[in-house]
């Protein structure tokens, strides 16, 4: 007699029921990360209608009810019928994208930083970098940030010299 973990996980006819729950589960926290998504994002994923159907009733429902949590296993169920695979790489897509903005705005805040404490190798590099650069500008706006920062004011230069850098650098 052979153990039904001898066979191939891809055969559902021999996956143990553990292994069946667990991947229930998973279906139902995708469906649950499914109901967070903006429309915009969820028109992406090319969802069948019924499980489209499921998460806007879902988003209907109030807070604070056990029905939300019903719906969710309902929207686990749906899940079943559907190939995941397309869905979750349209989410670690859109998760890269998220982490290569946060990336590019803590560049953009070291850079900031390091302006206002004066670093010219990092104005220089900018200068260099981007041919567009607006140097006068550029020092105006660092100049007046330092002289708030001593003055302890609130820092609305910092923040247009940041918004500077990113209108430099995505441009």
Known sequence: MTDQNDYPEDDGEYLSK????KDMHALQELGEKLTTLPPSLLAKCNLPPELQ?????????????????????????VMRDVDPEPIQQVLD??????EL??????????????????????????????????IQYMRALIRQAQKEKA????PSASRKLFAYLRELTEA
């Open 151 to 154: 003055d302890n004011k609130a």
């Open 18 to 21: 553990t292994r069946r729950k």
């Open 93 to 98: 897509e859109q998760g890269q994208q998220s």
């Open 53 to 77: 159907n499921a998460i806007d009733e879902y988003k209907r429902i109030p807070p604070r009810r056990g029905a939300r949590k019903r719906q969710l296993q309902f929207i686990g169920r």
């Open 101 to 134: 903005a946060k990336r590019h705005f803590h560049h953009l805040e070291i850079l900031r930083e390091q302006l206002l404490d004066g670093d010219q190798a990092t104005l220089d590099a900018l200068i260099r970098d981007y041919s567009d650069t607006d």
